[in-house]
């Protein structure tokens, strides 16, 4: 299915509130065969709801967190789903309008109040929310939502409900944090910003145990390095790092927030979307930090500029670090997540993302380099690294797969891949709506999709005996284009790219963001 192919359907129908929560399982209709081994939950989590009374979000990004339990059992699948009970959810809820600003939308002062009131509130600064409506993460036996402030909620895997808003402020030295952190064994990584006396990007370490949810209790969590931004007052926006063995690799783009603007947005009477500045005339860096002392190598690496949200894979060979992500030329994508855009069928829905592939050579000793020298010596890729003058090294992309209609929402075999070489990466495909997989090794595509309907993100899960890496299932949420056909959950082989089974949803399900799978376990009370 083209993108001209979606004009005949409803497109505006991937991108709509649900007016009805289904707290309680309900049950849905299993097509195919589920393999026996796959037991578990699938979770899911996206805006929800765009609108409280007469008040409408801007964009996508700043609608309701809408939470989705798929749990899948002995071949049966049960759906659930609840808006998450953030503050800023209840506080809509409660006054019947937005009173909470988010990414692109920027709250008015209550008419209810006096002219003096009014006035005043324009000077206060931007409220943070907890409108935690991006991702999924799991700390032991307890699991969290989160957005990209440093507030997370946990949430009750069997009813969805809170049990409570954590702040990363109140135990590590961050003013926000990532939706895409990284879990190693017990540890957990991920980066935030710090506002001080100097801006830093603190690249922080959380143990796994369960005391993250309950804020009476000290966190064992420590700040592994902090890393000063290049610009003071406007640190990179980012949304994703990379993680090998030994390092862990943040990257520093062209995309600024203006801190000023930020803190006077109520009074200039605009959001924080506007106060990103992408500059194409910088440079990208690669920071590099050893995972096991937390040092900041001192070795510089830059590129031509790009916009990227997602890392797919980071791992280390022959002295080199290996980064796979999806990038932009530019960062049109986050204006054409307004509403008004996604909704309107005579517009292109995405951006291309492009798969790109770089190779940062890490720093050897009593080894001479020579200006202008290319520093990389995989055999297997085109990417360059060349000593500058002034002793950075400027690396340059390798473009991969480059006519795929644009590659995003990359996943892996996370368990058995994540910071080490792997050659299969699966994801969604912008511009068809329909699912790839990628081979690294062979340069091959395999791609799934169904006329009329629009995949989401892909979650692999591997199989229990599984030999070869892509043993096992992708599951995806796949959604209609047409009210009046039911929403459902496919999975496909992961091997041959193929289905083997779909779990119908008897009611409407919106695009979402992203997906976790977490094998049954006893569920905590």
């Known amino acids: 299915m083209s993108i001209a192919d979606s004009s005949p359907y409803n497109r505006p129908e991937l991108f709509r509130s649900v007016d009805t929560e289904h707290p309680q399982p309900i049950k849905t209709t299993v097509k195919g065969h589920i393999p026996q081994w796959l037991n578990g939950c699938l979770l899911r989590n996206g805006p929800g709801k765009f609108e409280f009374g007469q008040d409408k979000y801007n964009h996508f990004f700043d609608g309701s967190a809408l939470l989705h339990r798929f749990h899948i059992k002995d071949g049966d699948v049960t759906y659930q789903s609840r808006f998450l009970q953030s ?31 009014r006035f005043f509130s324009y000077f206060t600064g931007p409220e943070v929310t907890d409108n935690c409506c991006v991702n999924w ?7 969290f939502v989160c957005t990209e402030t440093q507030l ?6 069997e009813t969805l409900e809170s049990r409570g808003k954590v702040d990363y402020s109140k135990f590590v030295a961050v003013n926000s944090a990532t939706a895409h952190p990284h879990q190693v064994g017990n540890e957990l990584y991920n980066v935030g910003n710090s506002f001080g006396s100097r801006t830093a990007y603190n690249i922080i370490k959380i143990k796994q145990n369960d005391k993250l949810g ?17 610009y003071r007052s406007a640190p990179s926006y980012y949304h994703s790092f990379g993680i090998t063995d030994n390092y862990i690799i943040f990257l520093e783009q062209p995309l600024f927030v203006t801190l000023w603007k930020v803190l006077t947005a109520k009074l200039r009477q605009s959001t924080v979307l506007d106060a990103l500045e992408f500059c194409p005339e910088e440079c990208a860096r690669f920071h590099v930090i050893r995972r096991d002392t937390g040092e900041l190598l001192q070795q510089q690496y830059t590129s031509d500029a790009f916009f990227c949200f997602h890392f797919a894979n980071a ?10 992500l999806c990038a932009y030329d530019d960062t049109k994508v986050l204006s054409e997540g307004f509403l008004s855009m996604l909704r309107d069928p005579s517009q292109r829905p995405f951006c291309d993302a492009e798969f790109r592939r770089f190779v940062l050579p890490l720093p050897k000793e009593n080894k001479d380099t020579v200006i202008g020298e290319n520093l990389v010596s995989l055999d297997y890729t085109s990417s360059t690294a060349i000593r500058q003058s002034d002793g950075r090294i400027h690396v340059t992309w390798e473009s991969l797969f480059t006519d795929l209609p644009g590659f995003e929402m990359p996943r892996i075999n996370y368990e058995r891949c994540n910071g080490k070489p792997y050659r299969y990466v699966y994801g969604f495909l912008q511009g068809t709506f329909e699912l790839a997989k990628l081979d690294l090794k062979e340069n091959t595509v395999k791609i799934w999709g169904e006329e009329g309907y629009a995949v989401s993100e892909p979650v692999f899960v591997p199989s229990p005996d599984a030999v070869d890496e892509d043993d096992g299932v992708v599951l995806s949420c796949v959604l209609s284009f047409r009210s009046e056909n039911l929403p459902y959950v496919v999975i496909l082989d992961a091997k041959s790219f193929k289905e083997i089974a779909r779990a119908e949803v008897p ?13 049954d376990q006893p569920l905590k009370k």
Do not use: W
């Open 214 to 230: 309950k804020e009476t209790e000290p966190i064992d969590a420590d700040v592994l390095c902090s890393i000063p931004s290049s």
């Open 137 to 143: 993460f799991q700390v032991g036996e307890d699991f």
């Open 87 to 117: 503050d800023a959810y209840m506080s809509n809820k409660a006054s019947n309008r937005i009173v909470v600003s988010e990414l692109g939308t920027l709250v008015h002062p209550d008419p209810c109040k006096n002219i003096f009131k």
């Open 507 to 519: 009611t409407y399900m919106p695009f979402g963001l992203h997906h976790i799978f977490t094998p």
């Open 315 to 324: 791992y280390e060979e022959e002295g080199q670090l290996v980064v796979d």
């Open 152 to 157: 997370i909620h946990k949430v009750d895997l």
